[in-house]
């Protein structure tokens, strides 16, 4: 993959582009369309990508530009010869009326015989390519939201009919709800193109469509061979139980017949799994497929080092067997992969037969040593933003880089800038580093002037109701399921409190019920979601409340603040007990940035950069001992207790994975009974 190619916003079908025959018009086309802005998308094909089976005499001969903002283009490259590409114009116009049919939009686009075709479609000759769409764009939103439709099924970027509506949305939330979703040219990339790698590599940051493109790859694959065995994973629980719910109506909408035959053809589950159940996770599974003993955590015993075992006991059997040895799947799908040390990524390719794909946030694999200069290792970098405002996202990369910090969290080289897409002002001086992103049209005509915002109060209950009364008046269809409230701090004890504190007082000022997902870790209709950090990873919603003691230096608090602040569609408020001279310097970052537009930080010197990645790089995953002493700390538990309770917690976890909310929340629960 190129730079030139994976910064476009033109996709090539991948015949036309390699047809010598079509240079000349594909270097005129990509001419014009450098004058457009960057955030208009656009498609070259001669049939719909959908499906294979439509296909056209006068194909070879035509071209079929499709845009986000303009009508259908159809290019005539020969001489019409008794009308041929004025038929084929209309068997392409024909068949886009089928694929509105086949996926349940008639009710909003209508059927194409009823529809006024120069609404949608205009016939130009290769010459008239200059400056084509001046006087070409649609200026009606009913008709332009059909168009959008049209062109997405076109592209296979399948919408759910049902979210969409037949109606064109009014208010701010239901334009995003009702959001017709269209590839860019590096996710449809993905999903045409993937070549011919068995592992395959998504990086992208947050909100730029990692997990939907992984969902169109397994409706593919699942739908490919009737046999195929596919394991979808990821390392969080909540993550993995909202994948499992969303993919039944997935497939719906996406027309897929065939029903989903759990646990012979498709799991999905996180990455770990129990002993007393094989279908509970990626770990169980390969442990029973293989007869390989299901590894017990005990005190110097990491995640790591427990897929380390398994993979020497792998390479064992595949040794004795030779050829014999089995594959436990045909393809595994792997989401958030940054969570996941290399080694798992080792046994996955070893016990996969076809492909892998990979995909995972670009920039929170910087927060352990930086992204990976070996370009060759990613096949995908997305790094257009689709969910969350950009002010939010550069916000929330400022705050958990430390950019608006003398003392730096981390910092990157200029190349990885850009490839997390930024611009960087090359006119300043040596000293500053001006950063600014290409704007995004995510959602038509939202104007939302302060998607990010900082609140101190030490109140944090009546800060959060306050927020959300705000939240209720300016949006009048607001839902409970829209907000998310989100503790960033590991105190379990204290969050404990807060969200049982909350819970009732929601119920109790606005009749909202609220969902603590540390104990369910799954989302549910018509609930408020609270949670900490551990749980929201790969889940979004339109307002995002964080809140925290404090801002500190810990390279994992600023993690977890650039993770949950980058989970809102319209807004996030971070809400800070304690102010201190960090927040005040993120404060003022923040202000500066809202008003010049850009973000202005003091640039590092190489060496520097490298003495922060050595730092980061020398800190260690906590093993059950370490992270048994800070809960302690944390909670003082007295020293005559904390020799029973660590042996009661020994026990429990020997054949669990923990974290350190896990631990907290069990010696909170147990102190009381030592």
């Known amino acids: 993959m190129n730079d030139d190619e994976s910064n476009s916003n033109l996709f090539i079908q991948k015949d036309i582009e390699e047809n010598q025959e079509f240079v000349d018009v594909i270097s005129d086309i990509k001419a014009f369309i450098k004058n457009y802005p960057i955030e208009d998308q656009f498609y070259l094909i001669d049939r719909p990508l959908i499906d294979k089976k439509y296909t056209y005499d006068y194909q070879g001969k035509s071209l079929v530009l499709l845009s986000t903002n303009y009508k259908i283009l159809c290019i005539d490259l020969g001489k019409n010869v008794h009308n041929s590409f004025d038929d084929y114009v209309d068997d392409f116009w024909e068949d ?5 049919s086949e996926y349940n939009f008639i009710k909003t686009v209508g059927r194409t015989r009823t529809l006024n075709q120069s609404d949608f479609i205009v016939k130009i000759k290769k010459e008239e390519l200059e400056g084509s769409f001046k006087g070409y764009n649609i200026e009606d939103s009913k008709i332009r939201r059909k168009l959008r439709i049209m062109v997405s099924l076109l592209i296979g970027s399948i919408n759910d009919a049902e ?8 208010t701010p939330l ?3 709800k009702q959001n017709i979703k269209l590839f860019d040219s590096e996710q449809i990339r993905f999903i045409y193109n993937t070549g011919n790698n068995k592992v395959v590599k998504i990086q992208g940051l947050a909100g730029t469509g990692k997990t939907e493109l992984l969902l169109h790859k397994l409706r593919e694959i699942y739908i490919k061979e009737e046999k195929n065995k596919i394991f979808f994973t990821c390392h969080n629980k909540t993550l993995a139980s909202e994948l499992r719910k969303r993919i039944p109506t997935f497939f719906d909408f996406m027309q897929v017949k065939k029903q989903i035959d ?3 053809r498709l799991w999905v589950s996180h990455a770990w799994g129990s002993s007393q159940d094989s279908n509970s996770g990626l770990y169980a599974y390969l442990c029973d497929f293989y007869d390989i003993p299901f590894l017990r955590y005990y005190h110097n015993m990491t995640y790591e080092d427990i897929f380390n075992e398994l993979l020497q006991s792998l390479n064992s059997k595949k040794d004795n067997e030779g050829n014999a040895f089995e594959y436990a799947f045909d393809y595994i799908l792997i989401d958030e992969s940054q969570d996941f040390p290399d080694v798992f990524f080792k046994v996955c390719e070893m016990v996969t037969k076809n492909k892998i794909y990979i995909a995972g946030d670009i920039f929170q694999s910087i927060f352990d040593i930086g992204i990976d200069n070996n370009a060759t290792e ?32 981390n910092f990157l080289e200029d190349d990885e800038w850009e490839r997390c897409g930024y611009i960087i002002d090359k006119k300043t001086n040596d000293t500053d580093l001006i950063l600014k992103r290409e704007p995004m049209r995510r959602f038509d005509n939202i104007d939302n002037l302060r998607p990010i915002n900082i609140e101190y109060s030490l109140e944090t209950e009546e800060k959060v109701l306050s927020i959300i009364d705000k939240l209720r008046k300016t949006y009048s269809d607001l839902r409970p399921e829209d907000i998310s409230i989100i503790f960033l701090d590991n105190n379990y004890k204290d969050v404990s409190k807060n969200i049982a504190s909350l819970k009732y007082l929601l119920e109790e000022k606005f009749g909202y019920t609220a969902n603590n997902a540390i104990e369910t870790k799954r989302t549910e209709e018509n609930t408020v979601f609270i949670t900490n950090a551990n749980n929201v990873k790969g889940l979004e919603f339109p307002f ?30 971070l809400i800070i007990n304690q102010q201190n001279e960090l927040s005040i310097e993120n404060e003022k970052g923040l202000h500066d940035y809202i008003m010049n537009g850009f973000i202005k930080t003091t640039r590092l010197k190489p060496e520097q950069i490298q003495k922060i990645r050595t730092r980061i790089k020398a800190k260690e995953n906590l ?15 007295s020293k005559d207790k904390q020799e029973k309770i660590k042996k009661l ?6 054949d669990k994975p923990f974290d350190k909310d896990i631990i907290s929340k069990f010696v909170h629960e147990f102190e009381k009974y030592v």
């Open 96 to 100: 886009i009326g089928s694929i509105v």
């Open 163 to 170: 979210r969409i509506g037949s109606e064109v949305p009014v």
């Open 174 to 176: 239901a334009k995003i």
């Open 262 to 264: 759990w646990h012979n």
């Open 378 to 409: 990613v096949d995908f970098v997305l790094n257009k933003c689709y969910r969350t405002d950009p002010k939010t996202l550069m916000f929330a990369h400022a705050i958990g880089m430390g950019l608006f910090e003398e003392q730096k969290i």
């Open 544 to 573: 995002v409340i964080c809140i925290t003691n404090s801002i500190n230096s810990d390279k994992q608090a600023r993690n977890r603040l650039y993770t949950m602040l980058t989970r809102s569609f319209l807004e996030s408020y």
């Open 623 to 637: 093993n059950l001992e370490d992270c048994l002493e800070g809960v302690f700390k944390e909670l003082k538990i």
């Open 649 to 654: 917690v020994t026990q429990t976890f020997f």
